[in-house]
């Protein structure tokens, strides 16, 4: 079976200074993962997907992911963050549409 | 081109009382998911339908939940009875096909309160 898992449930940065989101995969074999963004009051937006055409995948307002299958992870990046990147960050798998438990991402001024 | 619509935003109904949730998902998406989302945790998928059959509904609570998607477009959630809970935001959300790698447009969801 494959699951992902979000390591922390919070995070605070300050505006300006990078973003980390955590995130690992269990997978018997290579799975196909993505990172889907939740606004307060908005629906879950499609951040960006990794289909192993290529390990660094860049998504929307700039973020990126690198998969590493060395350290079954696909951890979420973005070098500056901004006050509109708060929000609810979760990690996902294609198989099932299967979701993580979330990292809410709290960007103070 | 049109989203997912969800409706009602909002429902607050008291416990074993039974309650329904209405999707329209993008058209001519032929995949629909069904979501409970409770406060704090991610998303869990409750049923999914490839046009009118349903895929998976290992994690729908079928002694309480039902959902059909009669014609291939809309669908409805239902809950009865509720259960305390079942207070949760129910997603809905629509693919064009079950490819591997497609995105999955969602809509806003419905608050449920169950009091």
């Known amino acids: 079976a494959q699951s992902v898992t979000q390591l922390d449930s919070h995070v605070s940065v300050s505006e300006g200074t990078p973003v980390l989101l955590r995130c690992n995969y269990s997978?018997?074999?290579?799975?196909?993962l993505f990172w889907y963004v939740q606004h307060p009051n908005k629906g879950l937006q499609l951040l960006l997907k990794y289909t192993s055409a290529a390990t660094l995948v860049k998504g929307i307002n700039g973020f990126e992911a690198e998969f590493k299958k060395s350290e079954t992870s696909f951890h979420l990046t973005k070098p500056s963050a901004h006050m509109s990147d708060a929000a609810e960050y979760f990690c996902g798998n294609f198989n099932k549409f299967y979701f993580g438990s979330g990292t809410k991402l709290n960007v103070k001024p | 081109e049109a989203g997912v619509a969800q409706s009602p935003r909002y429902k607050i109904i008291e416990k074993r009382q039974s309650v329904a949730f209405w999707c329209n998902p993008i058209s001519g998406h032929a995949t629909l998911y069904w979501y409970q989302q409770i406060l704090g945790q991610g998303p869990k998928l409750l049923i999914q339908f490839q046009n009118n059959g349903v895929v998976d509904d290992s994690q729908l609570p079928k002694d309480r939940f039902s959902a059909e998607r009669l014609k291939g477009v809309d669908s409805t959630l239902k809950i009865q009875p509720a259960k305390l809970e079942d207070s949760a935001v129910y997603l809905c959300?629509?693919?064009?096909?079950?490819?591997?790698?497609?995105?999955?447009?969602f809509g806003q969801g419905t608050r449920l309160t169950v009091v």
């Open positions: 997978s018997s074999y290579s799975p196909s």
């Open positions: 959300a629509s693919r064009f096909n079950r490819g591997e790698h497609t995105e999955a447009f």
